[in-house]
C-alpha cells in the first residue's frame, strides 16, 4: 500500500463529503428556496425535475469526456462549479437566475457523480479490496452535516445565500486543494487485469460496454433511487398526514435515514470482504422490503420511523455495491459503464417522488409505500450480478492493477 493510494483515498473521500453537504443543502432548503424566488406549486416540480434531468446529461457527456480527459480533472473542475452554482441558487434575484443556477448544478452535478465513482472504482481495484462503501459512508456524513446546516438556517432565519457562503467558502479551497492527490485508474491495456465475462462486442455503446449485460445494475439502481427518494421527499408528508405526527417530529426520518445509511456504509465494506457483495446486496434489498412494509402498515409515528430506520439501513449497500459490480463486470471500460450507469441514478429519483406522490393522490399513501417495496424486492434477481468475476489468474476477487497505483492527477 502505497502513500499515493492513500493521499488519492482521503482525498476523494473528501470529495464525496463535499458533495453530499452540498446537496443536502440544496433539497433541504428547497420551501426557502420557493419562498425567496415566489416559484408556485405548479412550476415547483419542473425546476426540481430538470435538476436530475440535466445531471443526466452531464453523466452523459462525462462518459465521452472521459475519453480524452482523466476522472480526475473532470471531478477536480466539476465540484466547485457545483459549490458556487448552490451560492447561485441562494444569491440570484429572480426565477431566471434561479433557472440558471439550478441548471448549471445538475450538470455539473453529473459530471461530479460519474467521475468520482470512476476513481472510487479504480481505488478499489488498486486496493484489491471494498472500499466503495466507506466512500459512500462519507458522502452520507456530508449529508448529515448538509442537512444540520441546513437546519440551523431555517431556525435562525437566515438568508439562503447567508447559509451557503461559509459553507462555500470552506469546501471550495479545500476540495482544490484536495484534487491535488486524486489517483486515476490507466488504461487496462498496460498492466493485468481481471478477465470479466465481457470483452465488449459489436454494437456496444462504448468500447467494452455491452448495455444488455449492464441493464441488470442499471434496473438495481433505478429501484435503489426510487425507495431513496421516496424517503427524502415523503416521509415528512408521510408521517404527518398518515400517521398523525407533529410538524416537529415529521422532519425527524430522513435525519434517522441519514444516520442508519452512514451506519450500513461505514460497516458495510467488512461484511463484503467477509461474505461478498451478492450476500451484501441480497440482505439490504430484504431489510430495505421490510422497512418499507413496516412505514406501509405502521399504526403509528414511531413504527413508521422504525421502518424508515430499516429502509435506510437496507437501501445504503445497493449503490455502492452496483458501481463496484460495473467495474467488475468491465474492467477494461469501467469509466464509460459507470458513467452510463450513474444516469440510472437521476432515472430513479425523476420517477420516484412523482410515483408516490400519483399513487398516494389517486389511491392512499399507504398503498403507494407498498411499489418501492416490491421494486426493492425485485433486485434479489439480479443479486447474481455482483458476484465476483473469475479473473484470469483463477481467483473469484479483484487484484490491484499495476495501472491502477502508477498515476495520481497531479504526475504522481
Known amino acids: 500500500m502505497t502513500e499515493v493510494l492513500r493521499r488519492g483515498r482521503a482525498s476523494l473521500a473528501f470529495s ?46 462525462t462518459e465521452q469526456l472521459v475519453k480524452r480527459i482523466p476522472p480526475s480533472v473532470l471531478l477536480r473542475w466539476s465540484q466547485p462549479v457545483v459549490l458556487l452554482a448552490l451560492l447561485g441558487v441562494g444569491a440570484g434575484r429572480g426565477m431566471a437566475q434561479l433557472g440558471v443556477a439550478l441548471a448549471v448544478f445538475g450538470l455539473a452535478v453529473g459530471a461530479l457523480d460519474a467521475s468520482m465513482n470512476m476513481l472510487g472504482v479504480s481505488l478499489q481495484r488498486a486496493y484489491g479490496r471494498s472500499i466503495m462503501l466507506s466512500f459512500h459512508a462519507v458522502y452520507s456524513l456530508g449529508g448529515i452535516v448538509g442537512a444540520s446546516l441546513a437546519w440551523a438556517g431555517a431556525h435562525w432565519h437566515l438568508a439562503l445565500w447567508v447559509s451557503y457562503l461559509p459553507v462555500v467558502a470552506v469546501l471550495l479551497p479545500a476540495a482544490l486543494v484536495g484534487s491535488r492527490w486524486y489517483v486515476d485508474g490507466g488504461p487496462a491495456k498496460e498492466g493485468p487485469v481481471e478477465a470479466g465475462p465481457v470483452d465488449g462486442g459489436a454494437g456496444s455503446g462504448a468500447p467494452g460496454v455491452v448495455f444488455k449485460v449492464l441493464l441488470p445494475l442499471c434496473l438495481v439502481m433505478t429501484f435503489a433511487y426510487i425507495g431513496d427518494s421516496t424517503v427524502s421527499n415523503w416521509s415528512a408528508k408521510y408521517l404527518q398526514d398518515v400517521l398523525g405526527s407533529s410538524e416537529q417530529l415529521a422532519t425527524v426520518p430522513y435525519n434517522v435515514y441519514m444516520v442508519t445509511t452512514l451506519a450500513g456504509r461505514a460497516i458495510g465494506d467488512f461484511g463484503v470482504r467477509r461474505f461478498g457483495a451478492a450476500a451484501v446486496v441480497r440482505l439490504g434489498a430484504l431489510v430495505a422490503a421490510a422497512g418499507f412494509a413496516v ?18 439501513l437496507g437501501l445504503c449497500v445497493l449503490v455502492p455495491q452496483t458501481f463496484a459490480a460495473a467495474g467488475r463486470l468491465f474492467p477494461g471500460a469501467s469509466d464509460a459503464a459507470i458513467a452510463r450507469l450513474n444516469i440510472f441514478n437521476y432515472v430513479g429519483f425523476l420517477i420516484g417522488s412523482p410515483l408516490v406522490g400519483a399513487l398516494g393522490d389517486a389511491w392512499s399513501y399507504r398503498g403507494a409505500m407498498v411499489v418501492p417495496m416490491v421494486l426493492v424486492l ?12 473469475p479473473d484470469r489468474y483463477g481467483g473469484g476477487h479483484e487484484r490491484p492493477r499495476t495501472a491502477d497505483v502508477g498515476r495520481g492527477s497531479n504526475g504522481l
Do not use: C, E, K
Open 16 to 61: 464525496f463529503f463535499a458533495q453530499g453537504a452540498a446537496f443536502a443543502l440544496l433539497v433541504t432548503r428547497i420551501p426557502a428556496i420557493q419562498n425567496r424566488y415566489g416559484v408556485s406549486d405548479g412550476l415547483l416540480p419542473v425546476f426540481l425535475a430538470a435538476v436530475p434531468v440535466l445531471a443526466g446529461v452531464g453523466s452523459v457527456t
Open 295 to 312: 412505514v406501509a402498515f405502521a399504526p403509528g409515528a414511531w413504527v413508521g420511523m422504525l421502518g424508515f430506520t430499516l429502509v435506510g
Open 378 to 389: 425485485v433486485t434479489l434477481v439480479y443479486a447474481r450480478s455482483f458476484a465476483a468475476q
